[in-house]
């Protein structure tokens, strides 16, 4: 691995001890390393420069985005280094897993068609709660060919340059909509069967559960707005999906109601579909809990995306701009 074009770009807020592992993990195989920082109040900063990272402090006068820590710190890389070819982005709660970087970069080397490539990323403590457990499920996408990545990727910068970057207006979604415009541009996007960081959710509450799926909507009705007229008719069926189960199924059976309160047994259609997902999911996963309760948060998880999908139309017809939706 040629350490003079390659680098990383790693972005945080109060990570604490989480944010040493982070930058330890790449420190130790990377010479170009880059730390973005949202306004922690930790001590975040000065633990990335006693590493010996490159820090950059994001104006806090223009609202913070992980789209826009992301650009920021690719801008300072290119600038350190104009030699770098491909970027490392990641998440500062993760650690990246040793022998990672050479497949991937040994991958990207050989495949000029793909613009990124991403691997396995894992949850460090999934028997923690039921939402990391969650959570470590959703990161399992198919191996193979893909849409898009997670905030953890190599990227290469020629496609990363094309499409000038994540699109800083995002709140959340900003990685899969990228892909989006890189794969407009004839490019392709792989996921490895390989191991590439542990990720620390830290989701210990329903409200946090909450308030990631409401992000969720958002990111979906907001990247529908940019792209949804495209030949993909880009996140158009996620918001489809969202609105049916989350508000025009209820207000349906509300509005039956008033003829007959019989027509209330419609309800039932909740508990059958949570069934019908677990079952589903017992053939993957072998396990009657896992399976349950991905199924359960997979049908509830629709009210609060709901809720975010919503909120972005009410903000954009009063002119307001949208702000960050963190969970922890």
Known sequence: MNNNSIGAVVIGRNEGERLRVCLESIREQL????YVDSGSTDSSIELAESLGVYVVNLDLSIPFTAARARNEGAKALLNLNPQVEYIQFVDGDCEVQAGWLEKAYAFLKESDAYAVVCGRRRERYPDTSVFNQLCDIEWNTPVGEAKSCGGDALVRVEAFQQVNGYRESLIAGEEPEMCFRMREQGWRIMRLDAEMTLHDAAMT???QWWKRHKRAGHAYAESYELHGESEEQFRKS???????????LPLIIAFLCF?????ACLLFVYPFQIIRLTLKYFRQFRRFRPSFFYALSNVASKFPQCGGLFSFYINKLRGKTNTIIEYK
């Open 259 to 263: 003829f007959h309160l019989m027509f």
């Open 205 to 207: 509450k329903i409200s």
């Open 31 to 34: 010479k170009y390393v880059i």
């Open 238 to 248: 996620d918001c489809m999906r969202i609105v049916f189960w989350a508000a025009g």
